[in-house]
């Protein structure tokens, strides 16, 4: 019981401990674009990615801010997906930042990359779980809904993706008491979760997950790794896509 109380506590305060304090206020942090999504006018093929950067200020040393674009065959640019909560109700915005932009200085990962046949046809249903998420209106930094809430969603609706948020996604897990039992992000498993305060997954993608007061603790046996609050993945690498 300790070293479970240790292992929930202790990474939060070793992030905390390393995360490096924001040198400029929000409005002045660079927003610029990384190189991480192909240029539109060299790659015709279809193309869907999802990215996660840690949040601003001493919010990165617990979390990330998680985002999708998708960019269909022969389109001109990407279109970004994001929750933003300041923006003010709705809090789904379109192309807030370029596809691969900075976030507010923070370097994004890129989560998941898909390319070429069928994956028009997953555009169209990215987009349609974007028009029917359920908390568009609503918005909690903790636990949810947030920004991390409306990836799982999207990704739960297009399971193809298999998707694989990191623990330190907070409100990834976040679900209505309605509907406490659903899939796990990737679609490769399931999660019970209430309200995103407690819960616990078990996927092919994910691992093994323990939700406490909307902080993941968890292994991924397929790829030998510690999933931790604060920290995220810790172990092998996982390669993005």
Do not use: C
């Not at 992030?15 to 674009?33: D, F, Q, R, Y």
């Not at 109700?89 to 390319?115: E, F």
């Amino acid at each position: 019981m300790l070293l479970m109380a240790a292992l929930f506590v202790v990474p939060p305060a070793i992030s905390v401990a390393l995360h490096p304090p924001a040198t400029v206020s929000w409005s002045e942090a660079a927003l610029t674009p990384t190189g991480l999504s192909p240029e539109p006018a060299k790659v015709k093929e279809p193309v869907v990615q999802v990215f996660a950067a840690p949040a601003f200020g001493r919010r990165g040393a617990f979390g990330v801010h998680t985002w999708i674009v998708v960019k269909r065959t022969g389109a001109p640019a990407f279109t970004r997906y994001d929750v933003v909560g300041w923006s003010g109700a709705p809090y789904v915005q379109v192309d807030y930042l370029d596809a691969d932009a900075l976030w507010y200085g923070s370097m994004p990962v890129l989560l998941a990359d898909r390319r070429g046949a069928g994956v028009e046809a997953l555009i169209g249903r990215i987009e349609e779980a974007v028009r029917r998420y359920p908390y568009a209106d609503t918005y909690r930094t903790w636990p949810g809904p947030n920004s991390n809430t409306f990836v799982a969603h999207v990704a739960r609706e297009v399971p193809e993706l298999r998707l694989d948020l990191p623990a330190n996604a907070v409100g990834k897990d976040y679900l209505p008491l309605a509907s406490a039992i659903a899939a796990a992000p990737s679609g490769t498993g399931v999660q019970l979760s209430v309200l995103g305060l407690a819960g616990v997954l078990v996927a092919a993608e994910e691992g093994i997950e323990l939700n406490l007061l909307g902080l993941s603790l968890g292994i991924d046996i397929a790829r030998p790794a510690l999933r931790l609050p604060g920290l995220g993945r810790v172990g092998l690498a996982k390669p993005g896509g």
